[in-house]
């Protein structure tokens, strides 16, 4: 079965510091895609950044990075210069070709940035 | 304009009674998607529907009924609610099957 494990139920950063977000994944498939959604306290969803597994370099958007590796099953996110607005709900997700393009979404990590 | 909208936010029913949540996309997606969120903030598929045509059907009780009457609609009806089914529903699009999924703000339902 595929899932998605993150590990950090809660964490919290100081505002402009760097905080990075775990999250590993099983699956047999060798093609896939990575995402990580925020969902801040209005509730909605939003896709912060996706990774598609045959591309080698990580992914980056502005502040938000991910650190890839495929071998590991892992795909953690790191928010650099963390800003009050980055408080939410973190969830990661996984998508393959098979089994209808289902997502999968882990458990989520509440994200507090401290002012 | 809001991309992908679901009405009602809010809805607070009695167990038996059946209702109603409706989504809509303007975003000429052909992927739309119905997801359960618990009191745990668990994410999970529940549906989704690929150019009207049902391509995922989670283990979901047969109370639920999506209704897809063209790509920019996938409606969600449900039978003879029960305490379990209050959460929070979401409804999503995407350009394709492969694509990042765009969100409507959910649906909060409250069975009493």
């Known amino acids: 079965a595929q899932t998605v494990t993150q590990s950090q139920p809660e964490m919290s950063v100081q505002e402009a510091e760097t905080v990075t977000l775990s999250c590993t994944y099983d699956?047999?498939?060798?093609?896939?895609?990575l995402f990580w959604y925020k969902q801040p306290p209005s509730r909605q969803m939003i896709l912060v950044i996706r990774?598609?597994?045959?591309?080698?370099q990580n992914a980056t958007e502005n502040r938000f990075s991910v650190n890839f590796q495929k071998a590991a099953k892992s795909f953690s996110l790191k928010i650099s210069d963390s800003q009050l607005g980055d408080t939410a709900m973190y969830f990661c997700?996984?998508?393959?070709?098979?089994?209808?393009?289902?997502?999968?979404f882990g458990a989520g990590t509440r994200l507090f940035v401290k002012a | 304009d809001t991309a992908v909208s679901q009405t009602p936010k809010y809805l607070v029913t009695q167990m038996g009674n059946d209702k109603s949540i409706k989504c809509e996309q303007n975003?000429?997606?052909?992927?739309m998607y119905w997801y359960k969120q618990d009191s745990k903030k668990f994410l999970k598929i529940m549906f989704s529907y690929n150019n009207k045509e049902l391509i995922i059907n989670e283990t979901v009780p047969n109370r639920f009924s999506p209704k897809s009457p063209d790509k920019a609609h996938l409606n969600l009806h449900i039978n003879s609610l029960e305490l379990g089914d209050s959460a929070v529903y979401f409804c999503a699009s995407s350009q394709d099957r492969l694509g990042e999924q765009y969100f409507g703000p959910g649906t909060r339902l409250t069975v009493t």
């Open positions: 997700a996984f998508m393959t070709y098979t089994g209808g393009f289902k997502t999968i």
């Open positions: 990774q598609e597994a045959y591309k080698q």
């Open positions: 975003l000429g997606h052909d992927t």
């Open positions: 699956t047999s498939e060798n093609n896939y895609y």
